[in-house]
């Protein structure tokens, strides 16, 4: 994949046109709904990578990927207009887990949003990171196998910024299921890259 795969996903996430549909969707500021995202983002990233490096999980995560996959966001109008946030909310607790309430009290208060808009705000980005980075792995598979998937889902997060060893970090998050360290890094740098697309 290619080395901006990562900062362009994370650039449709938080696109002016992203955040205004969200805005519109949830009933708050799109100021509000950037606050969010920003603190929210780098949790549902790892989120998805907790969902791919667990035998338990991984299947189903690529088989929700695949079904996303063929949702269609080239127009973000059209594609917020039919989301289901009761779908999206049951995305964010696949992906955040146990953790739920306490991130989105976290992102709250960091954030200065009331919890539930928080809430809603994860449930409705939560589907457009299944579609996105489901339409990664369709774009980018060579081989039918769940293997070749995690590894493209290795690349997305390895390709993340030239500066940082993004392909080391990725790849032992992704293969240690107990690595806080790992997984503390991987979040920071996925957090300055939200920073650095928003400057």
């Known amino acids: 994949m290619a080395n901006n795969d990562i900062s362009s996903l994370l ?16 009933g708050v ?15 549902l990233l790892n989120g998805a990578n907790n969902q791919v490096i ?19 966001s080239s127009n973000i109008t059209n594609f917020f207009s039919s989301i289901d946030l009761a779908d999206g909310g049951k995305i964010v607790k696949h992906l955040l887990g146990g953790d739920t309430e306490k991130i989105e009290e976290k992102v709250a208060k960091s954030s200065g949003v009331d919890v539930s808009k928080v809430g809603a705000i994860l449930s409705s980005v939560a ?6 980075l489901g339409k990664q792995v369709a774009t980018n598979k060579k081989e039918d196998s769940e293997n070749a998937s995690v590894d493209l889902l290795s690349s997305l997060l390895g390709g993340a910024n030239n500066s940082v060893d993004f392909a080391g970090l990725a790849s032992s998050f992704l293969k240690t299921s107990d690595n806080k360290k790992d997984n503390n890094d991987l979040l920071s740098n ?3 890259i939200v920073g650095k697309l928003l400057k």
């Open 11 to 26: 650039g449709q996430l938080l696109s002016s046109n992203t955040l205004n549909e969200i805005s519109k969707t949830v």
């Open 29 to 43: 500021s799109k100021k509000d709904t950037k606050n969010v995202l920003v603190d929210a983002l780098p949790q």
């Open 54 to 72: 667990s035998s338990s999980t991984v299947s189903g995560f690529l088989n929700a990927l695949t079904k996303h996959a063929s949702d269609d």
């Open 127 to 132: 589907p457009l990171l299944l579609t996105l």
């Open 190 to 192: 996925v957090a300055g």
